[in-house]
């Protein structure tokens, strides 16, 4: 009989779906990153780097975890890689080109721009020098970059129907990236490297502020605040000038690209600024031809570099020379970018080993060595000899200055980003475990965001925002919008020491926009469910309304409300019952207005009303809501009837015992 | 609602709409009429300068005496002359119909091309106009530059004029216009007669830059939300390096806006159309074809869609892609490469005043190829205020090239080959025809590419006087403006005079496969395509046709707007199932917001009094059956009694029914609404319950 359901939940579904994080580098340790994140039916690879420390499988993170059999194609929807540094792309050949995936990759145009070259660099470092079997060959390479797609920072990339990428800039090296990914309303940031304040050559990193689920950042620096990168730069160009002062040679091993480019951007305009006339010479294998990717890509750098392009670019290097093998030992100053870098053989182990005999000379080292290079054996400790193979001992005497100046944010950046993007769920990544874990408390505590720093291969699952689609009409909107201002005034009882409240002076009558959306959600089978206006959800059915009120029809006894009244009103009878009648109403008004806090009452003459509840003076002799037994004196009792409807159910029955309570005499 | 502004005339002069979105006044492009240039007179350069200035307007005239009326209304019927020009400080003309718009009402201004952006100035430095204005980093970056060489050329008139005064220059007083020749005064005034309240003095170098200041920068496909509702991006148009096209969703409706578009660009990054996909409604504004109809004699066959309503989609999609127009495009760089080659052979040059950034920058890799193989030893100049800039510019954008070029970004060559000519010393770069480096370093034959198109600003002017008497050299034009007056001032031209046309937008025979693939539901046209392009009744879409300075009222497509309902609100509904109607409803209330081009509705920050099983519907419908409330009624240990036809004058009559036990009350149940009358609260609110359960409720 009652064909009704409450609480009942039809078409509209409710996906109650997590967004799974399953880390496969990077976790809790700096190297090899590779996050694989599920959102919303979507599987999405960020960085696919190698680990530079493990010569055995573990390299390479374990792809087996994304798919049992290998069938990679079909268990991700894309790659994405945050920057060209090979602890986030290194293993990306070996993965589209041995393990066969052939979906789409993305990375900025810079990344691939420049990935190829530290890429071939890095393979003929392990193959020819270390005589390792090759995980790819450079044909991999070009095959493999071939898949990938490069976007703009900003750049809105639809990779599917449901899955939007958007990358914005890290700052960290040239084209760095952070990856804003949304599938339906679930939506994540993964930072990969970057820098939150600017440096010579680079920006600070720079993202919109966006509604997220869930941020996934390094963590490289995850405790320590650091000074600027000015300071280390100055460092490293104050040995530099040292170092030539004295006469001596410097050497700067680099690949060709990426480092080298940083540096000698550095002293060009320290050269410049110093105005020193030293020669700085590039090796043969570091040819200007290298520099022209960083010409066309200056749009990526720094605000300061960027501008420079008209007029000359800051990577035509006014002052960089080529280098000839016969300048080694010629006499005098100079500062030398050799190839390759790591002084792994070639010619910066040719140049090595000249110069590093003499304590005037300089040899600058990157943070990094590969293990087995010459550079990994210098950076440990300050050896005096060096085995250059089982025959041959070096005497190293000259100075090593190690390059401090990795462009990672510290953790005041990476407080700032967290705060600023108000995630509602934090995972930490390239980071050392310890650290973490501090830091993974600080954003617990101080933002009160939940945060995770997952080992490597585990899986961590956090809930995500899901919104219910649905129409709404004109009418529901232009209401919901419009404003909807509430007056209400003071009621009197407080009137006297709330309105002086604070010494601030509140004014009688308060509006304030009370402004609500109200409406109704209908939901036909096969159709759309769609929110009306409660005045035109009728119509849309064709029903006539059927209004429910409530009336109350009540005697108010006047005995003593006659003996106030007599002296002021005249003596006729008739006349004085009409026109005492006429002024029990404004009395009921003062009565309410005195005992009823709140509310909005007005008075409209011939009745009172507050909200709908609406309370008039009865002349009728026979009123059919006159339920409550008559007194049985007529004459004393005075009848007003009320009228209600069920949305003030609980005022209209609190505003009828005030009007019941017969207690007049205080009038 | 929209209104078409302007068609515009070729590349140089963008058609200009003004749109209304979600109550937004939406302006696209703001273009000059540069063509309308040619009615003044060159800045007279040498000994001509002396024998001008006789004839010139700008002497005072004592008095305007009659013969000297007659004497030049008998020009009036006859063919142009130079001396017809008017030797005053040109002023430039802007769409025509914008002045008759309240600029302070513009919402929004989107710029999707250089050319679209030169009367901009005008707009930004009036007092009230506050609108966002939206434009590409590469459009932003080339207007200015292009603003600029404007505001630089420009200079040179005032140096030989004089400072302009304040007040309305002489040549546009009526006396004066009437005096002129026909055509001019048709250039003057427009057609209707109604242009003349659209010619303006040029800005300032101060207007450019303040007006910079108020461009927001895009990159392709960067989202901006404007004021919450207009989510409006930028995609690739392929005309230009930089120029786009509009994709703008609102809450009710998604709108594309097609520019003048190429499919495959040997420079650009090539036209997205596939961005502009299901969209309500698309604004095609692409009127290229049109001007490029003319010029052919044999003209199109009509198209329908019968041809193309067996075509699939991905057909569609292919035909678009065909590199025929690719290849002619090509075909035409090789013969003006040829025949650059005989003049220089001849011993003559060639001055290329063409200012299109695309054609400029393939011709110089071109003509520097062919001279390569035919090792002609001749050197090329580039001569503009803003040229090293320019071709600095772009080398460094490799983000908003073609596929081909990017490719050189990734294999590390230079974008474009002007890199590699500046720096073997084939190409030269000079601000203005007076360098000094010029002079030293100048050679003839050469070959100069220089603005302006118009033939009355710039270097060109001076080269045209030069070289107009040498029969072996070579002047390349783009045809589309009136040639015969452009070259008024500088006749006797002896001078080769090459019209080349180039391609400039969607052709003909491409609309309907790419309405095609595109699938609006509602697409605008220009009514002068309205015969060109035919469409059948079995279209998916309907078509309307714009015309100049005609509002047309947009049919509304949804009568409702999207609304997301956050998942915390959407688990509070309380579901109520109708009993007639398969439909389910639920009271909702919240905040609403708008983000993004979207509703939102979220749970406010107030709780909600009453989302517990007490919250009790408010609405009520139907009729209620009198049994089944006495039984619920009596079910509740109420009883009660119906006493029937107490209704007025015989017309339906309410019922009544009284209660009597537990206590008093009374039920009065007619046709519109009942009223509940008890002696107390709890009786009042069973009965309540009772008579909600036996009717419809919310």
Not at chain 1, 358 to 368: A, H, R
Request: net charge negative; charged share 20%; aromatic share 10%.
């Amino acid at each position: 009989m009652k064909a009704r359901q409450r609480g009942s939940q039809k078409e509209i579904k409710f996906h109650s779906m997590a967004i799974e994080c399953l880390v496969l580098g990077a976790g809790q340790q700096v190297g090899k990153s590779c996050v694989v994140v599920s959102m919303n039916g979507k599987r999405i690879m960020f960085d696919c780097g190698m680990d530079m420390a493990y010569h055995d499988h573990r390299r390479h993170p374990d792809f087996s975890r994304i798919s049992e059999y290998g069938d990679f194609d079909k268990a991700l929807t894309c790659i994405v890689i945050t920057h060209f540094h090979l602890d986030h792309i290194g293993a990306l050949p070996y993965f589209t080109e041995v393990c066969g995936y052939r979906g789409p990759i993305y990375m900025t145009y810079p990344t691939k721009a420049l990935a190829p070259s530290m890429l071939e660099d890095y393979r003929k470092v392990m193959v020819e020098r270390r005589g390792e079997e090759e995980q790819f060959t450079s044909e991999h390479i070009v095959e493999c970059m071939k898949k990938v797609i490069a976007v703009d920072v900003k750049q809105t990339v639809q990779v599917d129907k449901d899955l939007m990428i958007r990358a914005y800039y890290a700052g960290h090296v040239l084209g760095a990236a952070m990856f804003y990914t949304k599938v339906g309303d679930s939506a994540i940031v993964y930072t990969g490297d970057y820098n939150m304040t600017p440096d010579r050559h680079l920006g600070a990193a720079q993202i919109d502020r966006l509604q997220l689920d869930l941020l996934i950042t390094e963590s490289t620096y995850a405790t320590t605040i650091r000074d600027s990168k000015y300071g280390r730069e100055a460092e490293f160009l104050k040995a530099v000038h040292k170092c030539v002062l004295g006469g001596g040679k410097v050497l700067i091993p680099t690949f060709a690209l990426g480092r080298a480019q940083e540096l000698c951007i550095l002293l060009e305009d320290y050269w410049e600024r110093m105005n020193l006339k030293i020669p700085i010479y590039f090796s043969s294998g570091l040819t200007m031809q290298a520099n022209m990717y960083y010409k066309m890509l200056i749009s990526w750098t720094s605000q300061k570099v960027k501008e420079t392009y008209s007029t000359r670019n800051a990577f035509d290097f006014k002052h960089v020379l080529n280098f000839d093998r016969s300048m080694i030992s010629a006499p005098g100053p100079c500062v030398l970018f050799a190839t390759p870098g790591w002084i792994s053989g070639g010619f910066s182990l040719e140049v090595f080993k000249q110069w590093a005999p003499s304590e005037m000379n300089l040899i600058t080292l990157p943070g990094y060595c590969a293990a087995g290079t010459i550079g990994h054996k210098l950076m440990s400790g300050k050896p005096s000899k060096i085995d250059l193979d089982k025959d041959t001992q070096l005497d190293v005497r000259c100075q090593i200055h190690q390059l401090s100046f990795s462009p990672h944010t510290d953790a005041k950046g990476i407080m700032d980003l967290v705060k600023f993007l108000s995630p509602k769920h934090v995972i930490l990544v390239h980071g050392e475990k310890p650290k973490m874990a501090t830091l993974k408390g600080r954003i617990y505590s101080e933002l009160g965001i939940r945060c995770d720093d997952p080992a490597n291969n585990e899986t961590v699952c956090i809930p995500s925002t899901h919104h219910v689609e649905v129409g709404a009409s004109n009418t529901f909107i232009r209401s919901s919008l419009n404003p909807n201002f509430n007056f209400s005034k003071m009621s009197s009882e407080d009137e006297s020491d709330s309105r002086l409240k604070d010494g601030k002076f509140m004014p009688w009558l308060q509006v304030k926009d009370e402004r609500a959306a109200e409406g109704i959600l209908v939901e036909e089978k096969g159709k759309r469910a769609k929110i009306v206006h409660l005045d035109e959800f009728l119509l849309m059915l064709g029903e006539k309304k059927h209004d429910i009120r409530f009336a109350y029809c009540f005697p108010i006894n006047t005995d003593n409300l006659e003996d106030t009244k007599s002296t002021d009103v005249s003596s006729s009878s008739n006349a004085l019952s009409v026109s005492g009648r006429s002024s029990w109403l404004p009395m009921l008004y003062i009565k309410l207005s005195d005992e009823l806090s709140g509310g909005n009452i007005q008075y409209f003459g011939e009745q009172i009303q507050v909200e709908s509840f609406s309370v008039s003076l009865c002349l009728k002799d026979r009123c059919p809501y006159r339920i409550v037994d008559s007194p049985p004196n007529k004459c004393e009792a005075v009848f007003f009837c009320c009228a209600w409807s069920i949305a003030d159910e609980k005022l209209a029955w609190k505003i009828i015992s005030i009007l019941e309570n017969r207690n007049y005499g205080t009038l | 609602m929209q209104t078409c502004l302007s068609k515009g005339g070729g590349f140089h002069f963008p058609p200009c709409h003004v749109l209304n979105v979600c109550g937004f006044r939406i302006l696209f492009d703001c273009p000059l009429d540069l063509s309308a240039l040619t009615i003044f007179s060159p800045v007279p350069t040498g000994y001509r300068a002396v024998v001008d200035e006789k004839d010139s307007d700008c002497q005072p005239y004592s008095t305007l005496d009659s013969d000297c009326v007659t004497w030049k209304r008998q020009k009036i019927g006859k063919p142009l002359d130079a001396n017809d020009l008017i030797c005053a400080v040109p002023w430039y003309k802007i769409v025509k119909y914008l002045h008759l718009w309240n600029v302070s009402f513009i919402d929004v201004v989107l710029i999707s091309s250089p050319m679209g952006m030169l009367g901009l100035p005008f707009l930004t430095r009036i007092k009230g106009f506050s609108a966002k204005i939206y434009a590409t980093e590469v459009t932003a970056r080339l207007g200015q530059l292009m603003m600029e060489d404007l505001v630089s050329m420009h200079m040179e008139f005032r140096q030989f004029y004089g400072p302009e005064g304040s007040t309305f220059p002489r040549w546009m007083e009526e006396e004066e216009l009437d005096l002129r020749p026909s055509a001019l005064r048709e250039v003057v005034l427009g057609k209707d007669g109604a242009e003349l309240g659209g010619w303006m003095p040029l800005y300032s170098a101060a207007d450019v830059k303040h007006c910079l200041q108020k461009v927001q920068t895009l990159r392709y496909a960067e989202e901006v939300c404007y004021n919450g509702k207009l989510v409006i991006k930028a995609f690739s148009s392929g005309l230009e390096i930089g120029t786009c096209n509009w994709s703008i969703n609102g809450p009710k409706r998604d709108i594309a806006f097609i520019s003048s578009s190429i499919f495959v660009p040997a420079h650009a990054m090539s036209f997205d159309y596939h961005a502009l996909q299901g969209k309500d409604i698309v604004l095609y504004s692409d009127l290229s074809s049109l001007d490029t109809m003319e010029g052919i004699e044999d003209g199109y066959s009509f198209l329908t869609t019968d041809s193309f309503s067996t075509l699939s989609w991905e057909e569609s999609a292919q035909s678009l892609l065909n590199t025929s127009e690719h290849l002619e495009e090509r075909e035409k760089l090789y013969y003006l490469c040829s025949c650059a080659a005989d003049s220089l052979k001849a011993s003559g040059s060639v001055l290329i005043p063409i200012n299109r950034l695309g054609t400029f920058i393939q011709l110089l890799e071109q003509i520097s190829a062919s001279l390569e193989s035919s090792s002609l030893k001749v050197p090329i100049y580039v001569i503009s205020s803003v040229a090293e800039e320019l071709l600095a510019y772009t080398n460094v954008i490799p983000e908003w090239l073609c596929k081909e070029r990017q490719e050189k970004l990734f294999s590390g060559e230079p974008l474009f080959a002007h890199v590699e000519l500046i720096k073997d010393n084939k190409l030269h770069v000079f601000p203005t025809v007076h360098s000094p480096k010029l002079l030293i370093n100048w050679q003839e034959p050469c070959i100069v590419f220089c603005p302006h198109w118009c033939l009355r600003l710039g270097p060109v002017v001076h080269l045209l006087h030069r070289w107009s008497g040498d029969p072996n050299s070579l002047l390349v034009l783009e045809s589309g403006h009136d040639a015969q007056l452009a070259l008024l001032p500088f006749q006797p031209m002896e001078m080769k005079v090459l019209q080349c046309s180039f391609l400039s937008g969607i052709k003909l025979p491409k609309i309907l496969p790419l309405l095609n693939v595109l699938q609006p539901k509602i697409t605008l046209l220009p009514e002068d395509l309205r015969q060109k392009v035919r469409f059948t009744n079995v279209n998916p879409f309907s078509v309307f046709h714009y015309s100049e300075n005609k509002t047309l009222i947009i049919p509304s497509l949804k009568d409702s707007s999207e609304l997301e309902i956050a998942t915390d609100l959407a688990f509070q509904f309380q579901w109520r199932n109708l009993k007639h109607e398969n439909m389910n409803i639920t009271r909702l209330k919240g905040e609403l917001h708008v983000a993004h081009g979207k509703h939102w509705l979220h749970s406010g920050n107030k709780p909600s009094k009453s989302n517990s099983s007490k919250s009790r519907p408010l609405l009520h419908w139907g009729t209620p059956d009198l049994e089944t409330l006495l039984s619920i009624l009596s079910k509740m240990g109420i009883n009660a009694s119906v006493e029937q036809g107490v209704g007025v004058e015989g017309s339906k009559k309410a019922c009544i029914v009284h209660v009597h036990d537990p206590k008093k009350a009374l039920i009065e149940i007619g046709d519109t609404g009942t009223v509940i009358s008890a002696v107390d609260e709890n009786l009042a609110s069973l009965i309540f319950e009772a008579m909600d359960s036996i009717l419809d409720g919310i």
